[in-house]
């Protein structure tokens, strides 16, 4: 019995110490990835421009990015938003008009919602519902309504 608590126990440690190893060998890998999908959504947003270059500004609040063509051409902005959802934390980039007027579009960055119900926050008809909104109103949304024309 006690032999086999002292191997359970030596299995356990070794696992953990290569679990924590390897995780911390990919860490710079992850990183690399969630910034390479951030840029992905930040070019999406302002996809009708060639090379459009962001610029994080420096606030209190949530994280703005200041999206300029490579002719330096002010193209919009986007506000990186997180709320928690059904299944976990939701990342979302919401792109501004330049004249601050209405939102530009909606990418989803990171969710883990249930497919075919919460997830269909990635689809197109589903972000569409947002572009042409004043971003300083409240949206809210009411079940079994239809909106209006």
Do not use: H
């Amino acid at each position: 019995m006690k032999k086999m608590i002292l191997v359970l126990g030596l299995a356990t440690l070794i696992s953990g110490v290569v679990l924590a190893g390897i995780y911390t060998g990919l860490i710079p890998r992850i990183e690399a990835n969630q910034q390479a999908a951030l840029e992905r959504s930040l070019s999406a947003l302002f996809e009708g421009a060639e090379e459009p270059q962001f610029e994080s500004l420096d606030t209190e609040g949530p994280t703005i990015y200041r999206a300029e063509s490579s002719a330096g051409d002010l193209l919009g902005y986007a506000v990186r938003v997180t709320t928690t959802g059904y299944g976990g934390e939701i990342r979302i980039l919401v792109g501004i008009n330049p004249d601050l007027s209405s939102i530009a579009g909606l990418e989803v960055v990171q969710q883990v919602e249930t497919p075919g119900l919460g997830a269909r926050i990635t689809e197109e008809d589903f972000r569409a519902e947002f572009e042409g909104l004043d971003p300083t109103e409240t949206v809210s949304y009411v079940k079994n309504e239809e909106p209006d024309p």
